[in-house]
């Protein structure tokens, strides 16, 4: 949909995301394991808004509507409602429409979306607001709740892991069917990785991945899946690994940014939203993202734009093969040649179209109720000079996000223009 | 909120709730237990979607944004990304922009003010479809995951039953306050009770209460809270029990009921929404719902009536406290004066204003995720004669739906209006 009302990006932040690979995330060998916890969901919520409130100068009574995007709380945390959670985070939101979003790792974009239909009707000033914590628990507890992201009942079965095995699944039959290689696939990785040495909210800003590490197995580099077919297709340097996050981002119309006192000229625009979704469980061809290609259509359409006029692009790479789909669903690259848009360093972040500039989902982390919100934020960041030590030094003039739920079932594409 | 657009409600209608008490459910002692099974969450979406295509004309393909409101499928069913199980249950819907929305107990009515959003911002047709199976697994855990509403950290430990021990708090503070008794509640159970037994899809409709059952501590009628000072205040007829059930909606533009070809006068009309969310854990006086008045002043000014305009009304009777606060907090009753309502008559089918005429949340049944959806349905029926045998037979003009997620926590209160 192309809002007719302008809806403009004012602004937003993150907490830092934390897991397993950043310095600060206690786990059982951290020399403060016992002494200290990690922060909790309201901890990361309070962050990312009061950073957001700072940033913008907005505050939180200005608000109009809220939507908080969060896909497995009651799993990891037994706490659903996180609509009337946020005012106990934030008292200035108390009073005000607030609900929660879920579209498993799209949810991010669903609370944008949602408030952007808001701006359309009658509201001036709403906020998306995305939050996970994933870290609590045993790991393979972990793994089984992010299952719910698939059709439980006919799609459980096929690997302990569900969610690596879909997208080996990818992997194998995009290999297979490009002649792309494990090599291709790691290069996702170390990109993510060198982007996110540069990002100082990055959960693996200090880890360190080569080339030689991500294309093959090693101790260090398991594979791991049950499925003895699928099982070299993946390994642990082509996952996300579970984060904790919150992000924030407050949206407003032109009379919402009048009555802010805000210039547009600090703004970027949401030209269109391409939103599709398709049955779960009946992927048809592992090739492609063909719901995602469907989604970019619509917005790419709706902004009057074609693939050439990107400049920037945040996409899912919840595993390596994703970033590579999502670049060729997104037209950046024909299909099948992603692996050599990488390569060639277009996507790098001094190529002509960088791509996951602060690591991605696989190096900055993957919160996945915050990714969407998230991937607007960075667009936002880039295009107006807040990326800090990655910030691309030449005019961005149009930026997509790419945010997908489950395997390529909800897909959510959005085109931003740069204000200027 | 007020739409700019007008929004029609085209029709809808439900799935049979199913649980406790309905001579179909296949429970352990049940003649058909081991024989059959009783309906999943695919099997009520369907139904409640073949219906409301039947009943209203309007084919799936017509439909361009969905919202699917559900509380607990990561917990009862291990399924979350509801949005994308959608078009599984329904292909014509393949391809749309879905999404789930969450508000504990008031995600009904969320989705349905996610399409009036969706409505102002260019589309014409929505659908709101709300969806919960609770009746699977142990009853303690289902008892459990319902706590996930309220703030776990702080008020998990209350009381096993924590709802039940919330609305207890309410009931005896209610009490003390105004004056009224264990029987002003169980008259809301009995009104409930004999709605339901008119009503051929709801879970209680072959279950008898007599006010003498109900106002009363007996084996069938048993206490059950571990807090020994509350305890006397909640039975088991003061609240809902587990139900498995779908509720759908079709909502238009004055373009949508073109383009579907169907006739304003068979629609009711949402003239304004408000929605309002208090921080978890925070309810400061009991005796009343404060945020629920909050909402309804704002739907009431938006829509330019008062109380006494309202002709009719579906209330979140989740327990049977609850219907008296709220009919209070709707201005139907002065504060403390709701049991002298209900004991006069006027709430009742042939009163001056019906309340839950189909039976409420504890007659008709209470599917988390579609109670919200099912009280604009019952408005629609209501006010266009689809009510068959509990119909009411005199004209309505207004009416009101008030939904709750938590212990007051988001409240949302919508003003229908008849379409002549």
């Keep these: 949909m192309t809002p007719t009302r302008p809806v403009y990006v004012v602004g937003g932040s993150h907490s830092t995301f934390l897991g397993r690979g950043h310095p600060d995330f206690v786990w059982r060998k951290h020399p403060d394991f016992g002494t200290r916890d990690n922060p909790g969901v309201e901890e990361h919520l309070a962050t990312a808004l009061q950073e957001t409130w700072a940033l913008t100068g907005v505050a939180p ?41 879920e579209a ?21 000033v709403a906020l998306a607001v995305g939050v996970e914590i994933e870290t609590v ?42 002649g792309a290689t494990s090599e291709d696939l790691g290069r996702v990785a170390v990109k993510a990785y060198a982007n996110a040495s540069r990002n100082p909210k990055a959960q693996m800003r200090t880890v360190s991945m080569t080339l030689e590490e991500a294309r093959a197995t090693s101790e260090r580099n398991r594979e791991f899946l049950d499925d003895e077919v699928l099982r070299p297709h993946i390994r ?38 391409g939103h599709t979704v398709q049955p779960m469980g009946a992927v048809l061809d592992p090739r492609r993202m063909s719901n995602m290609a469907h989604a970019a259509s619509i917005a790419y ?9 990107v400049d920037v692009a945040e996409v899912h790479d919840c595993f390596t093969i994703a970033e590579l789909q999502i670049t060729e669903a997104l037209g950046l690259a024909e299909l099948g040649q992603g692996a050599h848009l990488l390569r060639d360093g277009a996507t790098a972040l001094d190529g002509s179209v960088p791509v996951n500039t ?9 919160p996945v109720g915050a990714t969407g ?44 223009r740069n204000v200027t």
């Design 104 to 124: 498993a790792c799209a949810s991010g974009s669903v609370a944008i979306a949602g408030c952007v239909d808001a701006l359309q009707a009658g509201c001036d």
């Design 301 to 309: 359409g709706d902004a009057s734009i074609t693939a050439a006029d």
């Design 358 to 366: 602060g690591g991605g989902l696989l190096g900055f982390g993957h």
């Design 373 to 416: 919100v998230k991937q607007t934020v960075e667009i936002w960041r880039q295009m107006k000079g807040h990326a800090g030590d990655y910030q691309l030094d030449r005019t961005l003039t149009h930026g997509v996000t790419a945010n997908v739920g489950g395997d390529d079932r909800t897909a959510i594409v959005m085109v931003h």
């Design 61 to 101: 009574q200005a608000i109009d509507k809220v939507y908080v995007a969060n896909f497995l709380g009651e799993l990891f945390l037994r706490q659903g409602h996180l609509g009337a959670l946020l005012p106990r985070v934030e008292r200035g939101l108390s009073g005000k429409p607030i609900a929660r979003v």
């Design 236 to 273: 642990l340097s082509d996952c996300t690994t579970f984060s904790d996050g919150a992000s924030a981002v407050v949206l407003a119309t032109q009379e919402g940014l009048y009555r802010l006192g805000i210039h547009k000229e600090l703004c970027t625009q949401i030209r269109a939203i």
């Design 137 to 178: 628990g045993e790991a393979m507890d972990g793994v089984d709740h992010m299952a719910a992201a698939a059709h439980v009942a006919s799609e459980r079965g096929h690997d302990r892991f569900l969610f690596p095995w879909l997208f080996a699944r990818r992997a194998k039959a995009y290999k297979e069917a490009f």
